[in-house]
């Protein structure tokens, strides 16, 4: 019973997966412009999704800046799908992110990649294939000894290559649905 499960699974982890080919289109929370995005317009779309609260979606918020910057070539999109956090707008102005970060409503983000917490990041190609989803890093609370993640899976990106590691433990704060 196990053997077959354990196989499925390690097949899903190196397979190219489906995240989705949906334009993002929304409100930028930031500036209440009208934003879309399409995946199959860049060479890869990075979807973090982040909460305003969440002490660990706070945490990596430096890191992801960084990537959005040092990895141009990317376009950089923020979900923040979590109900009832008051202050979202203020803390994403002050994030100092020059990425778009859409309101969620009614789930339909979160619910179409399958996120499950903040931060949840997916890296999807203009097909709509899934080349990388999970945490930004190994850690909670982002930290200089953690297993760089998303940045692997850029830099792979970047040479041409396929991430390495395409799946892996997305930790933190649950999307509050």
């Not at 141009?72 to 956090?85: A, M, R, T, V």
């Not at 002050?94 to 179409?112: I, T």
């Not at 899934?130 to 945490?135: I, R």
Request: net charge neutral; glycine share 8%; proline share 7%.
């Amino acid at each position: 019973m196990w053997l077959p499960l354990f196989a499925f699974f390690l097949a899903l982890a190196h397979s190219s997966l489906a995240c989705t080919s949906l334009p993002f289109r929304g409100t930028d929370l930031r500036t209440g412009t009208l934003v879309e995005l399409e995946p199959k317009k860049a060479k890869a779309t990075v979807v973090v999704f982040l909460s305003a609260n969440c002490p660990c979606s706070r945490s990596h918020e430096p890191s992801i800046r960084l990537l959005s910057e040092e990895f141009p070539e990317f376009q950089f999109l923020g979900i923040h799908s979590n109900e009832g956090e008051d202050g979202a707008r203020e803390h994403f102005l002050q994030a100092g992110f020059r990425f778009p970060v859409l309101g969620d409503e009614a789930f339909k983000f979160a619910n179409a990649l399958g996120a499950l917490k903040t931060p949840h990041v997916f890296v999807i190609g203009p097909d709509g294939q899934c080349w990388f989803n999970g945490g930004v890093d190994s850690t909670r609370a982002s930290s200089p000894g953690s297993q760089p993640y998303l940045r692997n899976a850029l830099t792979a990106l970047r040479k041409g290559e396929e991430p390495a590691d395409k799946v892996v433990r997305t930790l933190g704060c649950v999307i509050r649905r």
